[in-house]
């Protein structure tokens, strides 16, 4: 996990902010399953300029993926 990775996961950055930097790529190669988490934990929170992102990034993904991408939104909501 990058550093940014890292400091978004203990709180330093907001879900959006994450989803933009995994699907961008900025911390090294794009995470669409990834990004498609924290979108999702930003729309969640009533962000719904991460709804719309989740929904574009939706469409490059598989199924599998998306579901992949759910459970860990899922599962890091439960934890936090």
Request: charged share 25%.
């Amino acid at each position: 996990m990058s550093m940014a990775l890292s400091a978004t996961a203990q709180g330093d950055l907001d879900p959006f902010r994450l989803g933009i930097v995994c699907s961008a790529g900025r911390s090294g190669r794009p995470d669409l399953v990834e990004a498609h988490k924290w979108f999702n934990i930003a729309a969640q929170r009533g962000n719904r300029a991460a709804a719309l992102h989740r929904e574009e990034i939706a469409g490059e993904l598989s199924p599998a993926e998306i579901a992949r991408a759910l459970r860990a939104a899922r599962e890091w909501i439960a934890m936090h």
